[in-house]
């Protein structure tokens, strides 16, 4: 089955820096990569996401790459602020996990002012 | 607004006492899921429902029950027979099942007395 690594697990980072996560997956039936940040104490909320048919998506301040050849995805935040630090996940579906997702481990990012 | 109710937020089980946590949405969406969140763990997923009055095992059913009675809601069991069910609860629901974005309820923690 499909099976989702993400780097690093935690990470720290100035007041506008740049933060950049990576996952790879294993099912290169996969179609489908959302991003989530979650808060303490709350659910998951989608921040973007990106389909197979295209290499890279941006809303603002935050972009993600696909290399379907090699299997990983990426996410970039620019100008980091201090409300950008939370729980990261990424995640992927298609192929043979039914459509559901799965997710990575997560990464904490702490933006420090 | 839309979205997924979760509750009750925080819910304590005592040894041998079975448990039930609600989640109810008004997105209108055919598909619902149930997730388990540990420490420094991914998501985990326990049971998932693609459709009114039928629904799948995921990764990590035994100890839990579900019933999908009405498309809008989705309550977790989570019975006597799940013995390390300390953990955040995250219920979370999509249009359709496969490769669509997942949006989630703000969870319940469980713990044990």
């Known amino acids: 089955g499909e099976n989702v690594e993400q780097h690093p697990s935690t990470l720290s980072v100035q007041e506008g820096d740049s933060a950049v996560i990576k996952c790879t997956y294993s099912?290169?039936?996969?179609?489908?990569f959302p991003w989530y940040k979650q808060e303490l104490g709350k659910g998951p909320q989608l921040i973007i996401d990106?389909?197979?048919?295209?290499g890279e998506k941006k809303d603002q301040r935050i972009a993600v790459t696909l290399n379907k050849t090699a299997k990983h995805f990426s996410l970039h935040i620019t100008e980091t602020q201090p409300e950008d630090s939370a729980v990261y996940f990424c995640?992927?579906?298609?192929?043979?996990?039914?459509?559901?997702?799965?997710f990575g481990k997560g990464t904490k990012l702490s933006v420090k002012p | 607004d839309g979205g997924i109710t979760q509750s009750p937020k925080y819910l304590f089980r005592k040894e041998g006492q079975n448990v039930t946590l609600s989640c109810e949405q008004n997105?209108?969406?055919?598909?619902m899921y149930w997730y388990r969140q540990d420490p420094g763990q991914g998501l985990r997923l326990i049971y998932y429902?693609?459709?009114?009055?039928?629904?799948q095992k995921g990764d990590i059913a035994e100890g839990y029950s579900v019933s999908r009675e009405k498309k809008e809601s989705f309550p977790l069991t989570v019975t006597s027979a799940q013995k390390n069910p300390t953990a955040f609860y995250l219920c979370?629901?999509?249009?359709?099942?496969?490769?669509?974005?997942?949006?989630f309820g703000d969870g319940t923690r469980l713990s044990i007395l």
């Open positions: 995640a992927a579906s298609g192929g043979g996990s039914q459509g559901n997702l799965i």
């Open positions: 979370a629901s999509s249009i359709g099942q496969a490769n669509q974005p997942q949006h």
């Open positions: 429902s693609q459709i009114v009055n039928d629904f």
């Open positions: 997105l209108n969406h055919d598909a």
């Open positions: 990106i389909r197979s048919n295209v």
């Open positions: 099912d290169s039936a996969s179609n489908y």
